[in-house]
């Protein structure tokens, strides 16, 4: 059989398909140098465009995984929109844009200008004659009752009581600062605080910002000589915790220090129990300066 025949023979229909599926496969066997350069420029563009996007080699993936979410993300969007809305937005956009290309005539506007109209007399001129006159007898009894004066009255003064309250009040929070102890802790010089030579001490009902972040008595704080380290310590167990443990009691803090920004540093208390320490002891903060 010649070999040689078999080029110029011509087939169709599925021998032609299969023929053409085999040539596509056998592919990299007959020419594997233009296949391996094919695949390798294929690679480079594929790694070159994260890079042009400001990405490292090691954020290639996470990347195009992003890119693919995308896509995901907006096939179900259009999935789930009815037919019926989406026939309605290009009708929608096409109005907009009829009404910002349209032509607006100035219209004319009539200023009418009313005339003054003439007061009407309020009494006709042949009844001015008419009006009766005061007499003078009247004019006597109206003199005597302007110069009656009025009698004075002495209103007794209320004595001031909101002076009294706040007095009061301070005189109790004063009673508390004196009757509580000061609280033990370290002077750290690396921590770049500024020290306070009178410890400020307040009362209230906190509200929990984060595992060392507190609201107390309309001052912003951080819970001294502790740090929840976000990449050691689960933040929401810790807040968790720090939320049981206050549970809505009234604490008291005492303010030892603040940073540069000035935001203050206290040791808190409840029930004389430090607060900070119980952080510690719990195994969700690092004890620093306590």
């Known amino acids: 059989m010649d070999f040689g025949s078999l080029r110029d023979l011509k087939l169709k229909g599925f021998a ?36 042009l996007d400001g990405k490292d080699f090691s954020q290639i993936p996470s990347w195009y995984a992003a890119k693919w979410n995308k896509t995901l993300k907006q096939e179900t969007v ?41 007061e009407p007399q309020k009494y006709a001129v042949w009844n001015i004659q008419k009006v009766p006159s005061i007499k003078p007898e009247r004019l006597e009894e109206f003199e005597e009752l302007e110069e009656v004066k009025e009698p004075d009255l002495q209103v007794e003064k209320i004595p001031v009581v909101q002076e009294e309250i706040i007095e009061q009040e301070k005189e109790i929070i004063e009673q508390k600062t004196e009757s509580v102890p000061q609280v033990a802790y370290r002077k750290v010089e690396n921590l770049k605080l500024k020290y306070m030579d009178n410890p400020q001490i307040i009362f209230g009902t906190p509200i929990i910002y984060g595992p060392n972040e507190l609201y107390v008595a309309d001052t912003y704080l951080y819970l001294y000589g502790i740090y929840t380290d976000p990449y050691k310590y689960n933040i929401k167990k810790a807040t968790a915790y720090l939320n049981e443990l206050i549970s809505g009691a009234e604490i008291e803090c005492h303010i030892v220090a603040k940073t540069l920004d000035d935001i203050a540093t206290a040791v808190c208390l409840k029930n004389g129990r430090s607060i900070n320490q119980n952080l510690v002891d719990a195994g969700l903060a690092d004890n620093v300066a306590l």
């Open 16 to 51: 032609k398909f299969l023929h053409q599926c085999f040539m596509f496969v056998s592919y990299p066997l007959r020419h594997p140098l233009k296949f391996f350069l094919g695949l390798l420029l294929i690679v480079a563009v594929l790694v070159v465009l994260p890079l």
């Open 78 to 118: 259009l999935k789930e929109t009815p037919i019926a809305e989406a026939k309605q937005k290009p009708q929608k956009f096409a109005k907009q844009i009829t009404l910002k290309h349209a032509k607006v005539e100035p219209q004319k506007v009539e200023v009418k200008i009313k005339e003054p109209e003439e």
